[in-house]
């Protein structure tokens, strides 16, 4: 079982899909065959899986790390209070409904 969430590519088509369970945004987005460049591999040293998370639910997808600040503080020139790297946002039913951008790519 998993969550809905809303992603809009880069290109600025938008579809639903769900985000399953043990699963982090990253994982879920691949699955559904988005073009995240991701060429750490998700391990958190690239900022290429940035995106942006709505208001609504930016709460709900965690803190950032120290390393996910640093990178995003690195492209600062697009960053702002609701960027995350994919990698690094955790699956959580409160994520249901969210609205995910992705950031073009780096």
């Known amino acids: ?13 938008s579809r ?5 369970e043990h699963h982090t945004l990253l994982e879920s987005l691949l699955s559904h065959g988005f073009p995240v460049l991701a060429t750490c591999g998700g391990n958190a040293s690239c900022a290429t899986c940035h995106a ?3 208001p609504e639910h930016i709460a709900a997808s965690g803190e950032r790390t120290d390393a996910e600040a640093d990178l995003l503080d690195m492209v600062d020139d697009v960053a702002n209070e609701y960027s995350r790297l994919c990698c690094q ?10 609205s995910i951008t992705l950031q073009a790519a780096m």
């Open 52 to 54: 942006f998370i709505d």
């Open 89 to 98: 946002v955790e699956y959580t039913p409160d994520m249901d409904g969210a």
């Open 16 to 20: 639903e899909v769900e985000w399953e």
């Open 1 to 13: 079982m998993g969550v809905m969430i809303k992603v809009t590519d880069e290109t600025g088509d």
